[in-house]
């Protein structure tokens, strides 16, 4: 017994400078960052930047790795599975915790099987139509549904989507009839919404900014409680003739559960520095978001906050995945 114990003991004894070592010369290889969305999406755009940036700050390669599909489900799962040695990363998103309460069963639970590292970015969703839509305001958007119900049609990045639950919310503070057209992502989703197929979308501002600014979209209003400080001039959806709307985005950093404290702590330095420098902030704003840093207990508070929230939507607007 005694020998088993002293070699127990030994054993844990030469494994903790092994842990420490790996720690102070991480990253020692690519990382990898799973945008669970595809290319273009407002999710893709933010995990390209803070890539680039910790890949000169940290002097080694990050690699975006797209992984849409599932409801953003598909790119968690990958991840969940992954080595928890710091070398895969993932962009969580509003749909992780818009999923517990849509899906009777997750093969992950975002709280319990993932390391937070920090929140990213916050931003907001903007209702967009196609140029050749009568439409140029809420009202005239809100009056066209009700003189043509059932008629018009929005587009969303998916069943049960953040994008999906904003139309459905226009949907039933506004009490109109509207038609859902669920698509494989934003990108898609957006490509359809510019060649005229739907009518009107409420994609990531982050994501439509591009279209905004060549006038490929009309938006006519943000979702937020308060004006984005990137489009000023547009106005939320409330001061718009939409009392009680309120819909925001957000992005944040997470790593498989059980990756190494230490290198979690280093990533969360990193991160944050990151997203606090000067370019970083103007890109970010020129795509609609902004930076929204902090420590991993914050980001798991904000967590629970957002699951119940959607939990009571979803459950009052009676929506299942598909």
Do not use: C
């Amino acid at each position: 017994m005694k020998r088993t114990s002293l070699a127990v003991a030994l054993a844990a004894a030469l494994a903790v400078p092994v842990v420490a070592v790996a720690a102070e010369q991480y990253p020692a290889k690519p990382i990898r960052l799973i945008a669970p969305s595809s290319p273009g999406s407002g999710v893709d755009i933010v995990a390209r930047f803070l890539g680039q940036k910790l890949s000169d700050n940290m002097k080694q390669q990050v690699v975006v790795d797209n992984r849409a599909g599932a409801g953003a489900n598909l790119g968690a799962e990958i991840a969940v599975h992954a080595p928890r040695d710091g070398y895969t990363l993932f962009v969580g998103t509003p749909a992780h915790t818009i999923n517990p309460a849509l899906y009777t069963r997750l093969n992950y639970d975002i709280l319990k099987d993932f390391a937070p590292i920090t929140l990213l970015t916050t931003g907001q969703y903007v209702l967009a139509v196609h140029p050749a839509l009568a439409a140029k305001s809420v009202a005239d958007l809100t009056a066209m549904a009700r003189a043509k119900p059932g008629q018009l049609n929005y587009a969303s990045a998916g069943n049960g989507n953040a994008t999906h639950l904003a139309g459905e919310l226009y949907k039933s503070l506004a009490k109109i009839d509207i038609v859902h057209v669920p698509y494989k992502g934003t990108g898609p989703a957006l490509t359809d919404l510019i060649g005229g197929q739907v009518q009107f979308m409420f994609p990531n501002l982050t994501a439509a900014m591009p279209q905004m600014k060549s006038g490929k979209l009309r938006a006519l209003a943000v979702t937020g409680v308060q004006r984005s400080q990137t489009v000023p001039d547009l106005p939320t959806m409330q001061e718009a003739g939409v009392p009680g709307y309120s819909v925001t985005s957000w992005y944040a950093l997470f790593a498989p559960g059980g990756t190494p404290g230490d290198i979690l702590k280093r990533l969360n330095a990193e991160t944050v520095k990151a997203m606090s420098a000067p370019d970083m902030k103007d890109r970010l704003a020129g795509e609609g978001a902004e930076p929204s840093t902090g420590t991993p207990a914050q980001l798991t508070a904000f967590l629970k906050e957002e699951i119940a929230k959607w939990g009571k939507v979803i459950k009052a607007a009676g929506i299942k995945a598909e």
